[in-house]
């Protein structure tokens, strides 16, 4: 066989892949019913105010762009600097022409527009809070688009048993994954944060729990002893009922499964966007589905 011949049975037997989890995913329940049977009703979701993207015929090019992560770190200047803002207050991640060629793409696609001093830039439209949705759109977007899994964002539930939304929640096949996002780096992340998204965790008890933080940083430094932190604190007959493993010898581990990629258990993993996000989740799915063998 041939390299042209055997690129073209690869591709082949990608599609043939996406077809069927597409089917898989139509055969089994809708995620708001795999919600309900474990006693959650969705009251909002996706909400639209501070979400900082373009109109739908722009949206494919924009979710390539925020695939890079200096273009990620450019969008966030701009939402900081969105009243009035000149290249040089949105070029501390990248080369000025990088940043130039960010700029004329938010133009082309009507986010930005010129109007202050001296052709400064300026949001069209806001104010826009943080980028945090917009990370949670894009996020779910990513489900959707590379693993054809229905994906939902910004979520609010009914009368919880512990406060707060859920960043991202997917429906891979029939198993539950709730992501929680974090475009802070990890310097401004505090422990606390790290025990309310345990409690939502424990609540929900996904199949699959990622906390994900939009960093190419180190992990190991401050996020992973958080992590360990928080594990010591918990109940271990809590801990040892949602892993489904028995803990009589305390905590389970966070172990590292490659560079910047943990895991606690079977279920629980902690990425950042080091070298790929999409990579990085498929690792994820991949660690999960093959437990065990």
């Known amino acids: 066989m041939s390299k042209d011949e055997l690129r073209e049975e690869i591709l082949s037997l990608k599609t043939e892949v996406k077809r069927l989890r597409k089917s898989l995913t139509e055969l089994t329940p809708p995620l708001a019913t795999l919600l309900r049977r474990r006693g959650f009703r969705i009251f909002k979701k996706e909400p639209l105010d501070d979400l900082f993207i373009p109109g739908r015929r722009y949206v494919d090019d924009y979710y390539h762009f925020l695939n890079k992560y200096s273009f990620r770190l450019f969008l966030r200047d701009v939402i900081k600097h969105q009243k009035e803002f000149t290249l040089e207050d949105v070029t501390r991640y990248s080369t000025r022409e990088v940043t130039e060629d960010y700029a004329r793409f938010l133009l082309a696609i009507r986010l930005i527009e010129r109007g202050g001093r001296g052709g400064a830039y300026r949001l069209k439209k806001g104010p826009v809070r943080s980028f945090g949705a917009t990370l949670e759109w894009f996020l779910s977007e990513i489900f959707r688009r590379e693993f054809q899994v229905e994906a939902i964002w910004g979520i609010k539930f009914k009368r919880t048993a512990v406060g707060g939304d859920y960043d991202l929640i997917a429906k891979i096949d029939s198993s539950l994954l709730s992501m929680e996002v974090k475009s802070s780096p990890p310097k401004q992340i505090y422990a606390g944060e790290i025990s309310a998204c345990f409690e939502r965790m424990f609540d929900l008890r996904p199949e699959i729990a990622v906390f994900f933080m939009d960093t190419e940083l180190r992990m190991k430094d401050k996020i992973v002893p958080m992590f360990e932190d928080e594990l010591r604190k ?60």
């Not at 389970?252 to 895991?263: A, G, M, N, S, Y």
């Not at 799915?285 to 437990?291: G, V």
């Open 234 to 293: 918990r109940d271990t007959g809590g801990l040892s009922s949602y892993l489904k493993i028995p803990l009589s010898g305390g905590p389970p581990p966070v172990e590292r499964i490659e560079k910047e990629l943990f895991q606690t258990g079977d279920k629980i993993f902690i990425i950042n966007a080091k070298d790929s996000i999409v990579n990085n989740i498929e690792k994820v799915l991949s660690r999960f589905f093959r437990k065990g063998q």
